[in-house]
């Protein structure tokens, strides 16, 4: 998840474009760059880190002219760097790219096949010479961009420049969100709402599929028209927008917490997007390093984590047990670094993290790899320190997490270690064909299961209210909703600062029933899976002892209706992809009780979105 932003009109581009891509640096910050039309010829100036160094390069190399564009990465292909900072050039053209081109590795070998010469890793510098070839024989720029696009698969927002033409900008979407703004005497572009508003509040928002050609002549009216990559013309409705700037950041959401909680299908077709061989059931993860030979020798894996991540860990367990058939040890980061654990040269070791950086995992990846065991990252920050030391990595695309309590990193950890379970599994000989198309299908069905559950946010809120005065809540789970549980009552005392247990619901006779009262909220997680009749059991423990019973429930399971005070409804899914379901309804519950005591969300107390001291 990038941020790009374009501006042709009258006024002086630089400007007003890193105004832009500073409204957008909650989208990616590792490195940016800007490319602006003098008249004669296109300037390109690019800074690796946060946007404050590409603002100081421009301090010392002013960019003079009204047209341009800019962008602020989040690294996807190609590690954080100057060269592989946007706006990437080609013979005549710049451009800009947010999103990831499926089919690159094939356009790259067909254009190097034809001499062409690649100064950066990046997918987006394809498309570059995609244009420039196409340049030669067409029209414009804007039928260069679309002989350019229809050879191209997968997720992209673009603006484009060329030199040979001073007034026009063309910018283009598919997958990744752009929009297009009308100022007075100005045209612009840009991934959301927020780096536009300054300038206007008149927008287009284009479609997938959609060219659009923005041309601010010199001296003349600035005009815009929009096709379709391969069709004719199409109009689009000018919206007027009444947000303030800073909702816009927060695309109109009260926090990033919970605009990222609505983020989550995106961030898991994103993660998903490219991986899957749905044909053959089987995934496509070469990044990680694991042959077939290698998968098949593997004694035993290790998962290691922290926090959040170590609960998508836990989940990871189960999906690698069942689907891979190879024993799983699931540690904590700091426990594992403390102890004389021992690897062997045939333990894989997964560290699971958001940031990439947390002390203890890396701690822990070192002492396994001191001993010789492979080491494979699952990160979603590209290059970041426990990646750069894993013999291969398996990143999750959720792009950047504002929000200090992980929501769509977690569900888009949940998918990389399914897709990692599944590999293994085909390469084990523990999965057949079918099977693994099977497990790959129900996976690509969550985004649209998520997107069903977020609908019932308001009704989540409802239920919210009944946790706002509770100084305890237990939350229960068996199997994979066991770690549900405790994800579920971790975000609940990471944001509202209540006193919060997830428990094995097996377990709650050992012990924790003894809490049960008329005070106490228990949360129950409990769809229609392999332990439901149990799980069934444990709610009838709770409310015989008068316990307040919030049950997650599969959508039309009249007996937990009869049984609950409170019920959210899950819809009805393979077991399998569960845990990326029910952990939606307790982020909601989380941020809705936090919220509704007035909390920092975004930023809970005591705590920091990567710890990277001991
Ligand atoms: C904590 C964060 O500092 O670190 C949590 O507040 C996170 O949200 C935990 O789960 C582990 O971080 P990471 O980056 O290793 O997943």
């Not at 009204?66 to 946007?86: D, F, M, Q, V, Y």
């Not at 919206?239 to 983020?263: V, Y």
């Not at 396994?368 to 990646?387: E, F, M, T, Y």
């Amino acid at each position: 998840m990038c941020g790009i932003v374009g501006y042709a009109g009258k006024q002086s581009a630089a400007p007003i474009i890193i105004d832009g891509l500073r409204r957008l640096e909650y989208r990616g910050y590792d490195s940016a760059g800007i490319a602006v039309h003098d008249g004669r010829g296109i300037e390109v100036v690019r800074a690796l880190g946060k946007l404050r160094a590409l603002s100081d390069a421009l301090a010392a190399r002013p960019l003079g002219g009204s047209l341009g564009i800019g962008h602020t990465r989040w690294a996807t292909h190609g590690r954080p760097s100057e060269e592989n900072a946007h706006p990437h050039v080609a013979g005549q053209v710049a451009v800009v790219h947010n999103g990831i081109i499926e089919n690159h590795a094939a356009l790259r070998r067909q254009l190097a096949a034809d001499g062409v010469r690649f100064a950066s890793d990046t997918d987006t510098e394809i498309i570059a010479h995609l244009v420039d070839r196409a340049l030669k024989s067409a029209p414009s720029l804007f039928e260069a961009v679309r002989a350019a696009l229809a050879q191209v698969t997968g997720a992209y927002a673009i603006a484009v420049l060329s030199k040979a033409e001073p007034g026009t900008m063309v910018a283009a979407r598919h997958g990744s969100p752009l929009v297009i703004g009308y100022g007075d005497g100005e045209l612009l572009c840009g991934s959301d709402i927020s780096a536009l508003l300054q300038h206007t509040r008149d927008m287009v928002f284009l479609e997938d599929g959609d060219v659009a050609e923005l041309k601010a002549p010199a001296g003349g009216a600035p005009a815009a028209r929009i096709h379709t990559v391969t069709g004719g013309a199409v109009e689009r409705p000018v919206k007027r927008i009444d947000w303030s700037p800073t909702m816009a950041e927060r695309g109109g959401f009260k926090h990033f917490m919970l605009k990222e909680i609505h983020e989550q299908p995106d961030a898991i077709a994103a993660t998903l997007r490219g991986r899957l061989d749905l044909e053959g059931g089987d995934v496509h993860a070469g990044e990680i390093g694991v042959s077939a030979e290698t998968a098949r020798a593997i004694r035993r894996v290790y998962l290691v984590a922290c926090g959040t991540s170590y609960h998508a860990a836990l989940i990871g367990r189960y999906w690698i047990e069942a689907l891979a058939r190879v024993p799983v040890v699931v540690e904590l980061g700091s426990e594992l670094a403390n102890r004389a654990a021992v690897f062997f040269e045939d333990d894989l070791v997964v560290a699971v993290s958001q940031s990439g950086e947390t002390f203890d995992t890396l701690a822990a990846v070192k002492a396994a790899k001191a001993q010789g065991a492979r080491v494979l990252a699952v990160a979603n920050v590209l290059d970041s320190a426990i990646p750069r030391l894993a013999h291969g990595s398996l990143y999750t695309r959720a792009g950047p997490e504002i929000g200090v309590a992980s929501t769509k990193c977690f569900t888009a950890q949940l998918a990389a270690l399914y897709l990692l379970a599944v590999y293994l599994g085909r390469r084990r000989g523990a999965l057949d064909d079918a099977r693994g198309r099977e497990l790959l299908e129900a996976l690509c069905a969550v985004p649209g299961h998520i997107h069903s559950l977020l609908g019932d946010a308001d009704y989540v809120r409802g239920v919210a209210t009944k946790l706002v005065d509770a100084k305890d809540v237990l939350f229960l789970g068996r199997g994979y909703n066991y770690p549900i549980a405790l994800e579920g009552a971790l975000k609940l005392k990471e944001i509202s600062y209540a006193h919060a247990e997830g428990y094995a619901a097996g377990e709650m006779k050992h012990g924790p029933i003894a809490l049960i009262d008329a005070e106490l909220p228990v949360v129950c997680i409990a769809p229609k899976d392999a332990s439901y009749d149990k799980t069934l059991g444990n709610v009838n423990e709770v409310r015989a002892r008068d316990g307040v019973v919030i049950a997650l429930a599969t959508r039309g399971d009249e007996a937990m209706h009869d049984l609950a005070q409170h019920i959210v409804w899950l819809p009805d899914a393979p077991e399998t992809v569960l845990p990326l379901l029910t952990v939606v309804p307790l982020q909601l519950l989380a941020y809705y009780v936090a919220a509704r005591k007035g909390h920092d969300v975004d930023q809970p107390r005591n705590l920091a979105k990567t710890v990277t001291v001991e």
